[in-house]
């Protein structure tokens, strides 16, 4: 089970569909990058998924550029 599951924060599973989802044509551009940063402050994170999340957006706004 997921610590804090059912508590309204978004898990890791749910984030990596949350980014893949996002994807355009397969690749990430400047304007998901831009939409999934909202997101990441927008939204509650489980601490696991924040991570993984944060590092995904780090990760992928320089490919964007």
């Known amino acids: 089970a997921v ?7 978004i898990s890791k599973a ?3 569909k949350i980014f893949n989802a996002s994807k355009d044509a ?3 551009t ?3 990058i831009e939409t999934l ?3 990441y402050h927008k939204y509650k994170w489980t601490e696991t998924a924040a991570a993984w ?5 780090s990760k992928n706004s ?3 550029k």
Do not use: W
């Open 3 to 9: 610590k804090g599951s059912g508590d309204g924060r």
């Open 53 to 57: 999340f944060a590092d995904q957006l």
């Open 37 to 39: 940063a909202y997101v």
């Open 14 to 16: 749910d984030a990596v």
């Open 62 to 64: 320089t490919l964007a």
């Open 26 to 28: 397969g690749k990430i």
């Open 30 to 32: 400047q304007v998901e």
